[in-house]
């Protein structure tokens, strides 16, 4: 069967209009060999999506990753974590983390992992999750890099039931019930366990003078409120939110204060977020879809260190979207929008500002004084598009889009062209080629009216990728794709003595990233599913002032992962991942020179930007489930081992002062992911 040309649904709603048959029979000896069958249908386009689609439940099945959506990403090609295994957002394809955007039901938000990676979202709310890592739509903006699109299931409209998760790692509950025949809710609540294993008020054994007083914590929430309309609406409020917390204490004898003086004192962190959305969607006949969401967000920031130092900001983010989809002419679909953002940031700090970016080598150089600032920072975001897919006949189709967009804050304009053209070969191989313009907001850090350079301009992209797909069994298949990324305006910091150094930061540098990534995937059958992936990439970034060009921190060439999942019964099922990879780039440690703030102290002398590689990453995740009843109530026990060989992947390496170092003799330390970690889990479900 050959796809189909024109997908049901661009948006986040899908139309799906069910069959109730109900049989009447008139009695054998009545109406001889004249049964009659009645067929009532019954259809309603605004149907709730309140199930997970098979792929996202396929993700939620990878090994080792306490059901976190959001972390079974770096189970696909080209994706890193950008922070070792202690966490980190993703990178992907030799782009940053912070050029990538992420969207809950079609709301963009900032805060989607907590501090140690895992992601804000309960397993048991999630519909669909989609990963664009290039090329992708007219409906995204504001980044570069990557778009990771999470949509949340509508409410089941049944007897109130509850839901019960208890973990080594986190614990958290979920209420979801009908309250009418046309009205329904959820909410759950989930918090970290990590504060149990860690001793308060202890010394660090392995590193004397730190002393946690406040073990980290987080936690976070979603809940949803749906009133289905009559046949043809949808009215939703969602809302979601979390939180990061934790305090140590840093004494003078401590590694880390040996090594930056200025920490020395009590470090805290308190991180929330926020957010409120109201959704109303409108379904028409021949797939008219109308959908208008508003959406607020907040986010407080929280930091303070050292003697006195702290930045405190407090982010307010309004949205209003609209979308519209239908079939205007023959063969045609128009998907057509508006967004408006609003975003208000109060700051203020009072701290000592490094002036660089992820492409120094030596931040300590860039150091400056001690600041400090109480300002706002708004800007307002406005935007049209329109995407056209033209099914041009049986084997071919064509989407054109195009994104009109004004920031004035940075007072930019942008009319940006996005393209796919699809060739439908055969009912099993499909060829597909995209190409976009694409931009987003620069750091925030960078355009600050004290700190930065509010005339920065926005960092943009090209994307061109070539893919394609082929089913070569009725089980298997395969796609194979070719991209590459030009990269422009990224921010430079100026050095001292440079034009002016003043500004601190100029759009002279750029980029580029090229690859190719292959993935073969098993469909479920006699139990068994997976998939195993291959990507190679290349990333660069030039100085533009200098014409010097380097590797980028994140290159990481090679990248394999294998997740193989088999269910034994209706009990047991099991899963395994598989990740190695090729290490990514660092800048040596070359010497130590005297500290000129702090007399006695030495900093690091690095060598050549990104001149060195690190070990290869290897790890190797195995859990098993057992479906079982408790007292009568459907629950599911997850055992884990993390990291089973226990391998001490390395994802940096710092100067490690002990107090005897000298500019000829001095220590350099690994920065070690986490060793092996067995998990237990137990999830109850209660009607």
Same mark, same amino acid.
């Given at each position: 069967?050959?796809?189909?040309?024109?997908?049901?649904?661009?948006?986040?709603?899908?139309?799906?209009?069910?069959?109730?048959?109900?049989?009447?029979?008139?009695?054998?000896?009545?109406?001889?060999?004249?049964?009659?069958?009645?067929?009532?249908?019954?259809?309603?386009?605004?149907?709730?999506?309140?199930?997970?689609?098979?792929?996202?439940?396929?993700?939620?099945?990878?090994?080792?990753?306490?059901?976190?959506?959001?972390?079974?990403?770096?189970?696909?090609?080209?994706?890193?974590?950008?922070?070792?295994?202690?966490?980190?957002?993703?990178?992907?394809?030799?782009?940053?983390?912070?050029?990538?955007?992420?969207?809950?039901?079609?709301?963009?938000?900032?805060?989607?992992?907590?501090?140690?990676?895992?992601?804000?979202?309960?397993?048991?709310?999630?519909?669909? =999750?989609?990963?664009?890592?290039?090329?992708?739509?007219?409906?995204?903006?504001?980044?570069?890099?990557?778009?990771?699109?999470?949509?949340?299931?509508?409410?089941? *409209?049944?007897?109130?039931?509850?839901?019960?998760?208890?973990?080594?790692?986190? &614990?958290?509950?979920?209420?979801?019930?009908?309250?009418?025949?046309?009205?329904?809710?959820?909410?759950?609540?989930?918090?970290?366990?990590?504060?149990?294993?860690?001793?308060?008020?202890?010394?660090?054994?392995?590193?004397?003078?730190?002393?946690?007083?406040?073990?980290? +914590?987080?936690?976070?929430?979603?809940?949803?409120?749906?009133?289905?309309?009559?046949?043809?609406?949808?009215?939703?409020? &969602?809302?979601?939110?979390?939180?990061?917390?934790?305090?140590?204490?840093?004494?003078?004898?401590?590694?880390?204060?040996?090594?930056?003086?200025?920490?020395?004192?009590?470090?805290?962190?308190?991180?929330?977020?926020?957010?409120?959305? @109201?959704?109303?969607?409108?379904?028409?006949?021949?797939?008219?879809?109308?959908?208008?969401?508003?959406?607020?967000?907040?986010?407080?920031?929280?930091?303070?260190?050292?003697?006195?130092?702290?930045?405190?900001?407090?982010?307010?983010?309004?949205?209003?979207?609209?979308?519209?989809?239908?079939?205007?002419?023959?063969?045609?679909?128009?998907?057509?929008?508006?967004?408006?953002?609003?975003?208000?940031?109060?700051?203020?700090?009072?701290?000592?500002?490094? =002036?660089?970016?992820?492409?120094?080598?030596?931040?300590?150089?860039?150091?400056?004084?001690?600041?400090?600032?109480?300002?706002?920072?708004?800007?307002?975001?406005?935007?049209?598009?329109?995407?056209?897919?033209?099914?041009?006949?049986?084997?071919?189709?064509?989407?054109?889009?195009?994104?009109?967009? #004004?920031?004035?804050?940075?007072?930019?304009?942008?009319?940006?062209?996005?393209?796919?053209?699809?060739?439908?070969?055969?009912?099993? @191989?499909?060829?597909?080629?995209?190409?976009?313009?694409?931009?987003?907001?620069?750091? +925030?850090?960078?355009?600050?009216?004290?700190?930065? *350079?509010?005339?920065?301009?926005?960092?943009?992209?090209?994307?061109?990728?070539?893919?394609? *797909? #082929?089913?070569?069994?009725?089980?298997?298949? &395969?796609?194979?794709?070719?991209?590459?990324?030009? !990269?422009?305006?990224?921010?430079?910091?100026?050095?001292?003595?440079?034009?002016?150094?003043?500004?601190?930061?100029?759009?002279?540098?750029?980029?580029?990233?090229?690859?190719?990534?292959?993935?073969?995937?098993?469909?479920?059958?006699?139990?068994?599913?997976?998939?195993?992936? +291959?990507?190679?990439?290349?990333?660069?970034?030039?100085?533009?002032?200098?014409?010097?060009?380097?590797?980028?921190?994140?290159?990481?060439? +090679?990248?394999?992962? !294998?997740?193989?999942?088999?269910? !034994?019964?209706?009990?047991?099922?099991?899963?395994?991942?598989?990740?190695?990879?090729?290490?990514?780039?660092?800048?040596?440690?070359?010497?130590?020179?005297?500290?000129?703030?702090?007399?006695?102290?030495?900093?690091?002398?690095?060598?050549?930007?990104?001149?060195?590689?690190?070990?290869? #990453?290897?790890?190797?995740?195995?859990?098993?489930?057992?479906?079982?009843?408790?007292?009568?109530?459907?629950?599911?026990?997850?055992?884990?081992?993390?990291?089973?060989?226990?391998?001490?992947?390395?994802?940096?390496?710092?100067?490690?002062?002990?107090?005897?170092?000298?500019?000829?003799?001095?220590?350099?330390?690994?920065?070690?992911?986490?060793?092996?970690?067995?998990?237990?889990?137990?999830?109850?479900?209660?009607?």
């Amino acid at each position: 069967m050959k796809p189909s040309r024109l997908p049901l649904c661009l948006c986040s709603a899908v139309i799906c209009i069910p069959l109730q048959a109900i049989s009447a029979q008139t009695p054998d000896e009545e109406v001889k060999k004249q049964d009659v069958e009645t067929l009532e249908i019954r259809g309603a386009r605004n149907q709730a999506n309140d199930e997970m689609n098979v792929e996202t439940r396929k993700l939620m099945k990878v090994a080792g990753l306490d059901n976190d959506p959001l972390a079974a990403v770096f189970s696909l090609p080209g994706v890193i974590y950008a922070g070792g295994d202690d966490g980190g957002e993703p990178a992907i394809r030799g782009s940053s983390p912070n050029d990538n955007a992420f969207y809950i039901d079609d709301i963009p938000v900032n805060y989607v992992f907590h501090l140690f990676g895992d992601s804000i979202f309960n397993e048991n709310v999630i519909r669909d =999750f989609a990963l664009h890592p290039a090329g992708f739509g007219s409906q995204y903006s504001n980044a570069t890099g990557g778009v990771f699109d999470v949509k949340l299931r509508d409410p089941k *409209n049944q007897d109130l039931a509850a839901t019960v998760n208890l973990g080594m790692l986190k &614990t958290g509950f979920m209420v979801e019930g009908g309250i009418t025949e046309d009205q329904a809710f959820y909410f759950t609540y989930r918090r970290s366990l990590i504060h149990l294993f860690i001793n308060e008020g202890e010394e660090d054994e392995e590193d004397p003078g730190f002393v946690i007083y406040q073990a980290p +914590v987080s936690d976070d929430y979603q809940g949803k409120y749906q009133w289905l309309i009559g046949n043809n609406h949808k009215l939703t409020f &969602t809302v979601a939110g979390a939180s990061d917390s934790g305090a140590a204490n840093i004494a003078a004898h401590a590694e880390e204060a040996r090594a930056d003086p200025d920490i020395i004192g009590d470090y805290e962190i308190n991180d929330k977020f926020d957010s409120q959305s @109201l959704s109303w969607q409108y379904f028409g006949n021949d797939l008219k879809i109308m959908h208008l969401t508003i959406g607020h967000s907040n986010e407080k920031e929280r930091e303070s260190f050292g003697a006195g130092q702290f930045i405190n900001v407090d982010n307010d983010v309004y949205n209003a979207r609209f979308l519209y989809q239908f079939n205007w002419i023959d063969d045609h679909q128009l998907i057509a929008g508006i967004d408006l953002d609003r975003e208000e940031t109060n700051y203020s700090y009072n701290a000592i500002i490094y =002036f660089c970016t992820d492409h120094d080598r030596d931040c300590e150089s860039k150091k400056g004084d001690r600041i400090q600032d109480t300002d706002k920072l708004v800007s307002n975001n406005y935007a049209a598009y329109f995407n056209d897919i033209w099914s041009l006949n049986d084997n071919w189709q064509l989407e054109t889009g195009i994104r009109a967009e #004004y920031n004035d804050y940075i007072k930019q304009r942008f009319i940006q062209p996005r393209l796919s053209l699809s060739w439908f070969a055969t009912p099993a @191989l499909t060829l597909t080629a995209k190409a976009g313009e694409y931009s987003r907001f620069p750091d +925030v850090n960078t355009v600050l009216k004290k700190i930065g *350079n509010p005339a920065l301009n926005a960092p943009t992209a090209r994307h061109y990728s070539l893919g394609m *797909n #082929y089913q070569f069994a009725d089980i298997w298949q &395969t796609s194979f794709d070719v991209y590459h990324k030009d !990269l422009k305006n990224l921010a430079r910091s100026i050095n001292d003595g440079e034009p002016n150094e003043d500004l601190r930061y100029s759009n002279d540098l750029s980029g580029d990233a090229n690859g190719f990534e292959w993935l073969i995937r098993r469909d479920k059958r006699n139990g068994w599913y997976g998939w195993a992936s +291959v990507s190679w990439s290349q990333s660069e970034r030039t100085d533009e002032f200098t014409n010097t060009t380097t590797e980028y921190y994140l290159d990481t060439p +090679v990248i394999a992962n !294998l997740v193989v999942n088999y269910e !034994l019964n209706d009990r047991w099922d099991f899963g395994l991942k598989l990740s190695v990879r090729s290490g990514a780039k660092y800048t040596p440690i070359i010497g130590l020179r005297d500290n000129p703030d702090h007399p006695g102290h030495y900093l690091p002398v690095y060598g050549n930007l990104n001149s060195e590689t690190l070990p290869a #990453y290897r790890r190797l995740d195995l859990q098993a489930n057992y479906k079982t009843t408790i007292f009568g109530n459907d629950a599911e026990w997850n055992f884990a081992i993390l990291n089973v060989t226990g391998n001490r992947n390395v994802s940096g390496y710092y100067f490690a002062p002990d107090g005897n170092e000298t500019p000829d003799n001095f220590i350099i330390d690994a920065q070690e992911g986490m060793g092996s970690f067995p998990a237990i889990g137990l999830k109850i479900h209660f009607d």
